[in-house]
């Protein structure tokens, strides 16, 4: 009896190369990093804050009659001492009589500056117009823009140091606040005293509070290894697992400088790696490679 043989013909049919495996993923590139450990210290933190000049006291000196002003002594800036005569008049009757009597005069009731002199030699004022405005020189205060943030901070009895434009650093204490907040930039004005001579109203100057005492021992990180989101809201730093992966760790940051943050929460061990270079934009559990 004879076999036969049957050979079918092998069809490759395009259909089937979609059951082949794709291509191997290429595997994400490390990211070459710097590691530090956490040290113990602790930073001492400073607000710097706006501060103008002022006076809060100014002496308008006005016509005790309505008349004619006879002598007018001063000109505006003139200095002026307690009890020099400013200016001498006569009333209308007596210049419309052409009476002759003695002029009235008026004296300086504080020393200070001349702000604004209105009248001129012969002008006519009538009575309780203003003459002269005089600025005790006494009066003199810095009116210290406080950030409502630092409320807790700075407030009546802060210790803080002036730094005027000319180099002087003189040591303030802040008085009472004034009662109204500027909504402008969500400030709220202090009083604080300083002897410090004539300054002109207006002059801007610079005060720097302590908000910080510095005297508790905290973590301490290089700034460059604690990164946050845009609004500096949240801090996280990058904590090494092992030679090629990091993981995220949110944290809870205090006072810094510029080159160091203190850490207030996790505790870390002495034996923890956190990237310290090279961590920018890590995500969780990337890859990365130490640098040698």
Not at 15 to 43: F, H, M, R, W, Y
Request: net charge negative; glycine share 6%.
């Amino acid at each position: 009896m004879k076999a036969y043989i049957y050979l079918f013909p092998l069809f490759l049919f395009t259909a089937c190369n979609s059951s082949q495996k794709p291509a191997d993923e290429e595997p994400t590139p490390a990211t070459e990093v710097s590691l530090t450990t956490i040290q113990t210290g602790s930073i001492g933190q400073t607000v710097t804050v706006q501060a103008q000049t002022d006076y809060l006291h100014q002496v308008t000196l006005t016509a005790p009659v309505t008349g004619y002003i006879r002598v007018l002594t001063v000109r505006p800036d003139d200095p002026v001492s307690r009890g020099k005569l400013i200016f001498t008049m006569v009333s209308a009757e007596q210049q419309a009589l052409g009476m002759t009597a003695t002029p009235l005069s008026v004296h300086s009731s504080c020393s200070g500056i001349v702000s604004s002199v209105v009248p001129q030699n012969g002008s006519f004022v009538t009575e309780g117009s203003p003459v002269c405005i005089i600025t005790d020189l006494s009066s003199l205060v810095f009116k210290v823009k406080v950030p409502s943030e630092y409320s807790r901070q700075i407030h009546t009895g802060s210790h803080g140091m002036l730094l005027l434009p000319d180099g002087r650093h003189i040591a303030i204490t802040l008085a009472r606040p004034l009662m109204e907040m500027n909504t402008d930039d969500q400030t709220v004005e202090y009083v604080a005293h300083a002897r410090v001579g004539y300054l002109p109203a207006g002059l801007t100057a610079q005060a720097v509070f302590a908000v910080g005492s510095g005297s508790t021992t905290h973590q301490i990180l290089p700034k460059t290894a604690v990164q946050s989101d845009a609004n500096l809201s949240t801090y996280w730093v990058m904590v090494a697992e092992n030679d090629s992966t990091a993981r995220r760790v949110p944290v809870t940051v205090g006072n810094q400088n510029s080159t160091e943050i203190e850490i207030l929460s996790p505790r870390f061990n002495s034996s923890d790696r956190i990237i310290s270079e090279g961590g920018y934009g890590l995500e969780d559990q990337a890859k990365i490679k130490l640098k040698n």
